[in-house]
C-alpha cells in the first residue's frame, strides 16, 4: 500500500462540473469539490443572482469557479455548456449529475407533462452530461499528474431508486433509470479509464423537500422512516462526492453509495417487526 503523505488538495488542478449547483445538494458539493482543488462550474436553468453567490463563496475560499447556464434536458444546451468548460479551462475531469426535481401528483391524476419533465430532467439530463463527458474524457485519456483515471462521473440518484414512492411515479421511476443507466455507462467504460457511480441521498434538508422537514410535527413523521434519527445536510453528500471523485476510490466502480442514516434498512423492522 501507497501512503499519500502530501498536503496536496486531494482533487488539486482537476475540473469538475456540477449541474444543478445554485442551490441545495449541488451548491454543497460544488463548494466541498473547490475545497478540495477542482475547478467548478456551477451549472443552473435559472436564477443567475443564486449561481452567482455560489460562484463568489468559492471564491472567497481561495477557489475558482464560472457559472453557466444549461437547461440539461436540452442536447444543444447542454453541448454549449461542455464546449464553454473545455473551451476555457482545456478539459474536463469530474461530471457531478446532480440537478433534479419533483413533480408529484396521485398515478391517476399525473399528467403526461409532469411525467414527461421529470423523465426529461432527471434521467435524460444525466444521460446528456455523461454523454458529454465521456466524449471529452476519452478523447483526452488518463492524465497521469491529476487522476489515475480519465474522468469520473457521479449521479446523484436517490433512495427511490429502490424504494418505491407512491404519489412520485414520475420521480422513482426516473431514479431507477439512474441507477440502471449509471452501471451500464460503469460496465462500458471501465475498461477505458472511466469510473462511474451515483450517490443515492436519503433526507437532506434542501428547497426540494422542505413540506417534509419545516415544521416540528413533520420533522418527527420524517424521523421515523430514518433510523440514524436526524435529517441529513447537504454537506453529508457533499463530503461522499469528493472521496468518490477522488483517486482514494479508485478501484469503486459501478456502485451506489447510499447516504441515507439507513433509511434504506427497512425502517419499519427496528423494533423486531
Ligand atoms: P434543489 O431543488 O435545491 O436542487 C435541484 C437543482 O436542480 C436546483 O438548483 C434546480 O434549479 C436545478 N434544476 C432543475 N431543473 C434543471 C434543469 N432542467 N437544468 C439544470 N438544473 C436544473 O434540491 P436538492 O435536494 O438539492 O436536489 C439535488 C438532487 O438531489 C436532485 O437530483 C434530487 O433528486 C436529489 N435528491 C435529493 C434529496 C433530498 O432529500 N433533498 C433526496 C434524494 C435525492
Known amino acids: 500500500m501507497t501512503l499519500n503523505n502530501t498536503c496536496e488538495p486531494i482533487l488539486k488542478g482537476q475540473r ?21 482543488g477542482a475547478k467548478v462550474v456551477i451549472n443552473y436553468a435559472g436564477g443567475a443572482d443564486r449561481a452567482q453567490a ?29 464546449a464553454q468548460t473545455i473551451a476555457t479551462w482545456g478539459s474536463i475531469d469530474i461530471l ?17 407533462a409532469e411525467w414527461q419533465k421529470v423523465l426529461d430532467i432527471n434521467l435524460t439530463g444525466q444521460f446528456l452530461c455523461s454523454r458529454a463527458a465521456a466524449r471529452e474524457f476519452l478523447q483526452r485519456g488518463v492524465v497521469p499528474e491529476l487522476s489515475n483515471v480519465a474522468g469520473k462521473i457521479i449521479c446523484i440518484s436517490s433512495v427511490h431508486d429502490i424504494i ?18 449509471m452501471k451500464t455507462m460503469a460496465q462500458e467504460l471501465a475498461p477505458r479509464r472511466i469510473r462511474v457511480n451515483a450517490i443515492s441521498p436519503g433526507a437532506i434538508k434542501t428547497p426540494i423537500n422542505t413540506a417534509a422537514w419545516m415544521t416540528p410535527e413533520a420533522e418527527a413523521e420524517l424521523l421515523k422512516l430514518i433510523p440514524a434519527r436526524r435529517v ?27 447516504v441515507d442514516g439507513g433509511m434504506t434498512l427497512y425502517p419499519g423492522f427496528d423494533q423486531g417487526g
Open 16 to 36: 469538475a462540473l456540477v449541474t444543478g449547483a445554485s442551490s441545495g445538494i449541488g451548491s454543497a458539493i460544488a463548494k466541498a469539490l473547490a475545497m478540495a
Open 54 to 82: 455560489v460562484v463568489e463563496a468559492i471564491q472567497a475560499g481561495g477557489g475558482e469557479a464560472m457559472a453557466i447556464r444549461a437547461d440539461v434536458s436540452r442536447e444543444d444546451e447542454v453541448e454549449a455548456m461542455f
Open 96 to 112: 457531478i449529475n446532480n440537478a433534479g426535481l419533483q413533480k408529484d401528483a396521485p398515478l391517476v391524476e399525473m399528467s403526461l
Open 164 to 181: 418505491p414512492w407512491a404519489g412520485h411515479v414520475n420521480y422513482a421511476t426516473s431514479k431507477g433509470g439512474v441507477s440502471m443507466m
Open 232 to 258: 441529513g445536510e447537504p454537506d453529508d453528500i457533499a463530503r461522499a462526492t469528493v472521496w468518490l471523485a477522488s483517486d482514494d476510490s479508485d478501484y469503486v466502480t459501478g456502485v451506489t453509495l447510499y
